[in-house]
């Protein structure tokens, strides 16, 4: 294993002090590892957490900010932080006015999330919880836990959080972020496998000339593997099962995201855009946003996703908003 | 303690003391088994939590058995994260308010305490037997637990078959395709390994088996 850390033991703490002592006027880390926005709570705001395994730099430690995230909770790598945090978060965001939690859809993350909210009501906080699965690669089925919560979580932390700073209240932010998980989807694919610090060896192995399909953001295996195809071709397969899903439809306008994966040049992310803009056009879906960068990575896996998110006025506009972020700012 | 019929306090935490070693010992197994299935950090994940679980035993007030367990399980929710740290942490929590208050257990008690817990892990992970979860070591252990305790066995006796039958039901999941938790994304391709959540719930088990019956051993499974 080669990695730029002292020890993977302290990797996540010492990730958290450095982006403190990089980004203190916008963030403060709080015991147990919790990132708070450093004005929180604001008075009559909807507080917005989020969390999940670290590892998907800059989510969600790097959305914690004005427009954004209030909290969020970083585990251990790839793993769902445990209820503590997210109460601890809840509590420290809690204006009076209720508390939102962004949710992927992974196992654990719902058990640690709902326990947290339990516990959150007990203390007399309103809590809802929104659970974003927008991952087609996985079929919601009985015989599945159901899509995982991937691309479309970082545009549901900017809109949502967007709303919650102009005043929404938890019922209106509620259902706007119900509202993007309904019009959002998304699928990935990788060239390479990324290493766990703490496991020292690639999660999986894949050939010089393989890749994986269908992949999700922590480096378990995907859907197919097959041969190294492309980008062009690899374009086409993720954004086919995209649009045939929600259905995207001709007139549709769509936010489109083509996110790397934390390995990838964005000469390869903007070649994928390319060919991602032509198969839109043939399908008469304009593109109304573009958002291309590394903002839900595994590691340093090398592949990418696309995500598309269809669009109407009030989704627009709250993705205008301004934000300011230690990843993301615009409009400030 | 061979032929003894009750289970102390000390004998609640060597089972703990002996299933955190076992986890130690068998942390880049467990995790080798979730990557080939999932995502690579069930051992180690465990291995922290299980560390953190036993540094606080020495420094409970009461020689109460139900205690112990609940401080355990108090513990692993706080640490391990995941989904196996809400699912070992609430089999450690039903473990303990079904053993509240007690300074000693028999194996009716053991009966009922596993139950409680094979129930709390249902209600939250609302996974059933074949899923290729930790319930396909769990439930099969517990229905010998249940014969051999029926049938009059020796504590010693029920307590092998208990994990004689955790461990067939650990092989067991090898060709099952998953339903539940993150081996489920990968459909048909998941069968073919062993559960590393059914793997870590036979060490559990195994562990109560070698310490309750003063055989320790250090095998490797499957």
């Given at each position: ?164 700073e102009a005043g929404a209240d938890l019922a209106t ?160 | ?25 068998q942390k880049d197994y467990l995790t080798a088994l ?189």
């Amino acid at each position: 294993m080669k990695k730029l850390i002292n020890a993977p033991e302290s990797a996540v703490d010492e990730e958290l002090a450095g982006m403190v002592a990089a980004h203190g006027d916008l963030i403060r880390v709080i015991e147990p590892n919790v990132v708070v926005r450093v004005d929180a709570p604001r008075q009559g705001k909807v507080g917005v957490i989020s969390g999940g395994g670290s590892g998907h730099e800059p989510m969600h430690g790097g959305y914690v900010g004005m427009g954004m995230l209030d909290a969020a909770c970083p585990g251990a790598v790839f793993t769902s932080p445990v209820p503590d945090q997210m109460l601890a978060a809840t509590t420290a965001v809690n204006g009076g006015a209720g508390v939102l939690h962004i949710v992927k859809n992974y196992t654990g993350d719902i058990m640690n999330f709902e326990l947290a909210a339990e516990m959150a009501r007990a203390e007399g906080i309103e809590v809802s919880s929104v659970v974003i699965a927008d991952d087609v690669a996985v079929k919601d089925s009985l015989y599945t836990a159901g899509r995982r919560g991937v691309g479309g979580t970082v545009l549901a932390e900017k809109i949502v959080g967007a709303a919650a700073e102009a005043g929404a209240d938890l019922a209106t932010v509620t259902a706007l972020c119900q509202k993007v998980q309904d019009n959002v989807r998304s699928m990935g694919m990788a060239l390479t496998s990324c290493t766990v610090p703490a496991a020292g060896k690639p999660t999986f192995e894949l050939g010089e000339d393989e890749m994986e399909i269908g992949i999700g953001i922590h480096g378990e295996p995907g859907r197919t593997r097959m041969k190294l195809a492309t980008a062009d071709e690899i374009t086409e397969m993720l954004a086919m099962p995209i649009l045939d899903d929600l259905p995207f439809r001709q007139g549709d306008s769509v936010l489109a995201f083509v996110n790397g994966m934390g390995g990838t040049p964005l000469m390869e992310l903007y070649i994928v855009f390319n060919k991602l803009s032509q198969i839109l056009k043939g399908r008469g879906v304009s593109i109304g946003r573009s958002f291309v960068g590394n903002w839900i990575t595994s590691l340093e896996m090398a592949g990418c996703s696309i995500t598309l998110l269809r669009l109407d006025d009030e989704l627009t506009r709250f993705w205008d908003a301004p934000v300011k972020t230690p990843a993301l700012r615009w409009g400030i | 303690m061979s032929g003894a019929t009750s289970i102390s306090y000390d004998d609640v935490v060597a089972w703990i003391n002996t299933f955190a070693a076992t986890i130690r010992a068998q942390k880049d197994y467990l995790t080798a088994l979730d990557s080939a299935i999932g995502d690579a950090d069930h051992g180690i994940n465990m291995d922290r939590g299980m560390q953190a679980a036993i540094a606080k035993l020495p420094g409970l007030p009461a020689r109460d058995v139900g205690a112990a367990f609940k401080s355990v399980g108090m513990t692993l929710v706080s640490t391990v994260g995941g989904a196996s740290g809400p699912l070992y942490g609430t089999f450690f929590l039903q473990f303990g308010t079904a053993t509240a208050g007690r300074e000693s257990i028999g194996v009716d008690d053991v009966n009922r305490a596993l139950d409680a817990a094979i129930a709390g892990i249902q209600r939250l992970g609302k996974a059933e037997a074949g899923d290729k979860t930790m319930l396909d070591a769990l439930l099969p252990a517990r229905d010998a637990l249940h014969a051999a305790a029926e049938s009059g066995a020796s504590l010693e006796e029920a307590l092998a078959r208990m994990a004689e039958a955790a461990e067939q039901g650990m092989l067991a999941t090898t060709p099952l395709v998953a339903r539940k938790g993150r081996a489920s994304y990968l459909g048909e391709r998941s069968a073919g390994h062993q559960d590393p959540g059914a793997t870590s719930s036979y060490l559990l088990l195994k562990a109560a088996a070698d310490t309750w019956s003063g055989s320790a051993s250090g095998e490797a499974p499957g």
